[in-house]
């Protein structure tokens, strides 16, 4: 078995593993955002022009946790699924309460 | 006329100046949270964790987005509305439409 | 005093008089399109065609919600803001408070 | 192999096949409250009062929205995934495209 087919959940690795470095650009990126919302603040900018602002760091966010939850479908919960009946459904139980609370922030 | 009754939109300040202090302190704590999330990824934490924890951040980001708002219709818009129909109406239109965004981020 | 220049609220009307025939049209298509979704279903239509549906009059609603809103603020905020101080601010909370549900739901 | 462990989609049955009468009598009550709704902008209710309303609708139709999706995970996207690398990948794609337009929505 090549390294490569080895699910990297099975190695103990979370399922965003293979993603990491574009989600911690995501990151860095999102902390200046929040950084300049500061400097916007800090300048007296007019309210709406901080709220167009925090919309974008909101949306920047959220492209985080859809990114999160794809790899996490696309390894943790297949793997699980393809391990037992059972293991499937309690990493869907968790995915599912997860994606509620993404719906609902 | 005591500078208390000044409405602070009138001096050039934006609506939220009486409560910038409470929204840096909200976005600097925003800022650490986000580096928090950075060293989750670092050190291959659990994605439903790390997860739950940028559902945290967003929610943060809403309260600035509603605190904003709340100060600019509070001190902006009723300012304008008071003004002139004109003005006021304006103010409305742009409010409206920093409420769309923020529902559909 | 002609009678286009009495704010509709101090007649007593809602906010959104002026624009009710647009908001019943909105959501009587609603109405039809939360049948078509029991339709659906009642079809076997595939799981993620029945989810973008059920996306569709998700923000059918949402425009309803801003329409009320934007009329709200327009008519019912503005009039109590010129009629005083306090009436004003009493209108704002309530605002507030209804955008804060609107963003959370 | 009894009946109860055939997967439903392998019968050409969606994911929500088990949950069916449920997710019917959640929208029948939502088109009732849809039906409220026109009623109480019949009736000229209070703006507040009727946005007030819209939040609980639209969260009604969410629960819909995740029950769906939790059962397309559990059937649809499970079922593919022990079926081949391929097949759960496409499904996967597809039920992350539905989370983002959920979240969005």
Do not use: F, N, W
Not at 61 to 82: F, K, T, Y
Not at 83 to 100: F, L, M, Y
């Amino acid at each position: 078995m090549s390294s490569s087919t080895i699910p990297s959940s099975a190695l103990g690795h979370p399922g965003y593993h293979d993603t990491r470095d574009a989600q911690l650009k995501r990151l860095r990126r999102i902390e200046g955002q929040v950084r300049g919302l500061q400097r916007m603040i800090d300048e007296d900018t007019y309210c709406i022009d901080v709220l167009t602002q925090v919309s974008a760091v909101t949306r920047a966010l959220q492209a985080v946790s859809l990114g999160l939850l794809e790899e996490h479908l696309r390894h943790c919960v297949v793997d699980a699924a393809r391990q037992s009946e059972e293991a499937g459904q309690i990493k869907i139980d968790e995915a599912t309460a997860a994606i509620a609370r993404l719906v609902r922030s």
